[in-house]
């Protein structure tokens, strides 16, 4: 008897010829979700197999796998011979526990053939083995309905016996949509518009900036570990930490009171795309929500997407903050976002902040200014470092 975990998905069905290469960036997404936990993954017939983990690591690599996009849903099995009497025993075993625990319980059986040479088909199988498992556990009942327990087998070259079949994290397999650049600051909304476009299918780059001695360490420590945990899902991600002091002391310097947030955002997306350029990223992800604050009414915004010609994803864009918190809550990245470390764009807020700025007048005080040079220095004083879900957690 072995124990394996069966990994379903059901978008990347959708994708008629494309489906292989799918198939093949979930199944690389999945090695690369389980580094470190010895195993082998392999597709058979529309499944996925994840076999020879060993068993004081498998409860973390079935949390592991929860988290993978495109992954639908994972069973851990039983794989054991085909021969009938193993099949009921290892039926048995899985029910004992269940049954210690509720007595009176309802179960099915749900039987799948795909080795059209067994001696029975799946209706007789669900009609045998429910028959064995009432006369084993006579306190039971059969509800083909709502029951308790879905008691499944499924018989291949193998005989998969399962009874659990736990919800994944569904969506896209990771990089099967191209690479995108997410701004991401410490707050919460980023975060969650980040996992949300690696669910489609992006791969991840991350740009942060940070205006030292304004911000501290700390804030930029808990960034990198937004990062970290949003990597558990997108995989490893490349981030970009670049120093904005200089330019925002310009900002404030030079351009008027009023307009330097929306002046600031339109250099910090430039910059933004000039990395995501070099990255191979080719569109930007912020978490902007329509009307969230003065930065983000709809003349902002447009305001801020003239600064650059890629197309700028904002996933949160309809949606109310406290519906981003339960998300952010969901996905494990609340309780680090509302660590109380100042960002970049808190420093400095201007009292009267024009909240429908005119993109020519925008573009006429920015043009002022000469921020060439400063741009040239940041990006070139950029830290690069990747993020995996592995690392050690900072804060
Ligand atoms: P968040 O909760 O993501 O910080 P927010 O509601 O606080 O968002 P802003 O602070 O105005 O809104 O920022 C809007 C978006 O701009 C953020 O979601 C993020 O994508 C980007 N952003 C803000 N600050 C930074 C920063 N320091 N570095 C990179 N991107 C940033
Ligand atoms: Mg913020």
Redesign the pocket.
Known sequence: MERVILVRYTEIHLKGLNRPFFEQKLIENIRISLRGISCKVERKQGRIYVTGVAEDRFDEAIDRLKHVFGVYSISPALAVEKDWNCVCETAFSLMEKQVAEDPGLSFKVFARRSDKNYFMNSDQINRELGHEVLERFPSVHVDIHKPKVSLCVEIREKAYVYAEEIPCAKGMPVGTAGRAM??????????V?GYMMAKRGLFLSA????SYPYTSERARDK?VELARLVSAYSGPIRLHLVP?TDIQMLIYDACPEKETTVIM?RL?MEI?ERIAVSDGAKAL?????LG??A??TLESLCVTDDAVSMPVFRPLIGFDKDDIMDYARRIGTYET?ILPYE????VFVPKHPVTRPVVEDIRASEAAVDFSELIEKAIENTEHIVVHPGDAKLI
């Open positions: 997410l701004l991401i600051s410490g707050g919460i909304d980023s975060p518009a740009v942060h900036f940070y960034v904005f955002r910090m933004a992800i912020t978490g902007e929500a969230q604050v930065s983000q976002s960002d970049c764009c808190t």
